[in-house]
């Protein structure tokens, strides 16, 4: 079993920035791809980021290519989401989640084994 838990999201004006944290804990940690999802209201839940746990590779959905940035901190079990540049339609709780095996990452919400609770996300204009 892993536990996720986000944390890091707030309000913050057009433009600026967000550090958004997953603390990842339990016995299987390391195991598995971690990825970032979001979902505004009234909208299906949406990939964002992705990352092999163990090696250098990520995946970003078009919308946030060079404005959000993947990374993780091994010795802390953490993953973190950099979020430059925001837009209000960022708006969206986004959620940390776990699956998959380690070497790979995923974009699809049904590869996906545990999630976080989610941590809100708004951006005003």
């Known amino acids: 079993q892993v536990q996720l838990v986000e944390s890091g999201g707030g309000l913050v004006q057009a433009g600026g920035s967000l550090r958004l944290s997953c603390a990842a804990s339990g016995r299987t940690f390391g195991r598995y791809a971690m990825g970032w999802f979001r979902q505004a209201p009234g909208k299906e839940r949406e990939f964002v980021a992705a990352?092999?746990?163990?090696?250098?590779?990520?995946g970003y959905a078009d919308s946030v290519k060079g404005r959000f940035t993947i990374s993780k901190d091994n010795a802390k079990n953490t993953v973190f989401l950099q979020m430059n540049s925001l837009k209000p339609e960022d708006t969206a709780v986004y959620y940390c989640?776990?699956?998959?095996?380690?070497?790979?990452?995923?974009?699809?919400?049904?590869?996906?084994?545990?999630w976080g609770q989610g941590t809100q996300v708004t951006v005003s204009s």
């Open positions: 989640a776990a699956g998959g095996i380690a070497s790979l990452y995923y974009q699809h919400v049904s590869q996906y084994d545990y």
């Open positions: 990352a092999n746990w163990n090696g250098g590779s990520a």
